[in-house]
């Protein structure tokens, strides 16, 4: 791991779960949409289980209350404009920023390298919350589950970013909380790190081989402080 944080030229974020706690809010516009069409409400733990493979997927499963449950299409078409109407008013009434989410990007931006976001939340609804958490500023690049035609665990959001920024894959650090994020960094040839605070069970994810990440961290200035005596040393 020492020689691939040597050339590390980016770092990319999952975002809910990773950079903010979006939990409260999803599951109440879950329940919003559930309500609407005459459902009783889901305890809040539940729909956060449902929560990583964008907001369709968590439109089918909260309707179904099944995590591989697939509503019908007309249901499912009601469901996902009442998610997405109510979600989007109330993005940020009770997301907030991990502990030291912020204090984190600021040191990373201190040593120059660019940070991205790859999310599966549509990309509008990750701007939009990104925005108003006051975190758009610190990222170069927002890739949202609809902004191309594969999503994680595809490696070709990451792949994406890699091109965009003109560096290989080897080169950039996929931050996460899910199997989603790991696997898509295994895939694209990134550095994997899962953080334990976020939804996924990371000591689960730990061990199976596949889901495995390169790195464990507890807050995001960890990262810094790996990162920054091999930048020091770069520039002596």
């Known amino acids: 791991m020492d020689t691939a944080i040597n050339r590390l030229q980016a770092v990319i974020f999952d975002l809910d779960g990773t950079l903010c706690d979006s939990a409260a809010d999803l599951a109440a516009s879950a329940n ?35 995590y591989c449950g697939r509503a019908e299409p007309a249901l ?55 925005k108003a958490l006051g975190l758009a500023d610190y990222f170069t690049i927002v890739l949202g589950g609809d902004s191309l035609p594969e999503k994680k665990p595809s490696p070709a959001p990451l792949l994406h970013v890699a091109e965009i920024l003109g560096i290989a ?13 790991i696997l898509a960094a295994k895939a694209a040839g990134c550095l994997s790190v899962g953080v334990t605070f976020g939804y996924g069970d990371m000591a689960e994810l730990s061990q199976n081989p596949a889901t495995k990440p390169d790195w464990l961290i507890g807050a995001l200035p960890e990262i810094y402080e790996n990162l920054k005596p091999q930048k020091d040393t770069e520039t002596d």
Do not use: C
């Open 32 to 66: 919003a949409m559930r309500a609407a069409l005459n459902l009783a409400p889901l305890p809040q733990d539940t729909i956060k289980s449902y929560v990583g493979d964008g907001v369709g997927v968590l439109v089918h499963r909260s309707l179904t209350a099944d």
């Open 76 to 130: 499912w078409e009601q469901g996902f404009v009442s998610f997405v109407r109510h979600y989007a008013e109330h993005i940020a009434d009770a997301t907030r920023p991990y502990p030291e989410t912020e204090a984190g990007l600021q040191l990373l931006k201190s040593l120059g390298i660019p940070l991205a976001v790859v999310t599966n939340k549509n990309e509008v609804l990750a701007v939009k919350l990104l």
């Open 169 to 181: 894959p080897q080169e950039m650090m996929m931050v996460g909380d899910s199997a989603n994020d």
